[in-house]
């Protein structure tokens, strides 16, 4: 069946690092890939999506590109911010959203 | 524009007591809708969503139920609470009539079950 795997947090960053979060999906199709964040006591939040192979998304400064050779979303950011703390979920739509486990950065200044 | 609203925001209850969580959608017709449970450290785990009034439809079995009474509004619900159902529960939408697309998250409800 189709499942998300991310990789494990936490992660830990001074501000202004480079920042990857890696996500790989198993999945029949070619389904719409997605990057929801959730800060500290709310929902969650859209990030970005990717509809279809060699797209990429991108919101915020962070970017990820639909890698189907490899079957990978991996979400980046060139110079995190203390503000980006939060966690943040890889899903992927197979006839309903599948999420990844999550994967919680930290940001430290 | 769209709005989903979740209450509580937090709720301890004694084990074996009754639970009622309730979201509601405004500003769009006929949502898909849907509740999941974040337990402490762990992902989403989808528990129920609905397409329609009074159509439900239940991922995982346990000692929840969900109903639909009206177009917006999505009600979860427990006779009586077990421990293991502490968690962060949150209220989505999407548009309906399409393949899930976009979901978008109530602030969620955090429930400790003592």
């Known amino acids: 069946g189709n499942s998300v795997t991310q990789m494990e947090g936490p992660v830990t960053l001074s501000e202004e690092a480079f920042l990857t979060i890696n996500c790989t999906y198993t999945?029949?199709?070619?389904?719409?890939l997605f990057w929801y964040v959730q800060y500290p006591g709310e929902g969650l939040q859209l990030l970005l999506k990717?509809?279809?192979?060699?797209d990429k998304g991108s919101n915020k400064g962070f970017e990820a590109t639909y890698r189907k050779e490899t079957t990978s979303f991996h979400l980046e950011k060139g110079s995190v911010q203390v503000s980006d703390s939060a966690v943040y979920f890889c899903?992927?739509?197979?006839?309903?959203?599948?999420f990844g486990q999550g994967t919680e950065l930290s940001v430290k200044p | 524009s769209q709005t989903i609203h979740q209450w509580p925001a937090t709720l301890v209850q004694p084990v074996g007591s009754p639970l009622s969580l309730e979201c509601t959608v405004e500003?769009?017709?006929?949502?898909?809708l849907y509740w999941y449970r974040q337990a402490a450290g762990r992902g989403l785990q989808l528990l129920f969503y609905?397409?329609?009034?009074?159509?439900i439809s239940s991922e995982v079995p346990q000692n929840l139920s969900a109903s639909r009474p009206q177009d917006r509004q999505f009600i979860l619900s427990s006779k009586k609470l077990l421990l293991s159902d502490s968690g962060f529960y949150l209220c989505?939408?999407?548009?309906?009539?399409?393949?899930?697309?976009?979901?978008?998250f109530g602030a969620g409800t955090r429930l400790s079950v003592l």
């Open positions: 989505a939408w999407s548009l309906g009539g399409v393949s899930s697309d976009i979901q978008y």
């Open positions: 999945a029949t199709g070619y389904p719409s």
């Open positions: 990717a509809t279809k192979a060699d």
């Open positions: 899903a992927l739509e197979g006839g309903k959203l599948i």
């Open positions: 500003g769009t017709s006929n949502p898909n």
């Open positions: 609905s397409v329609g009034i009074g159509q």
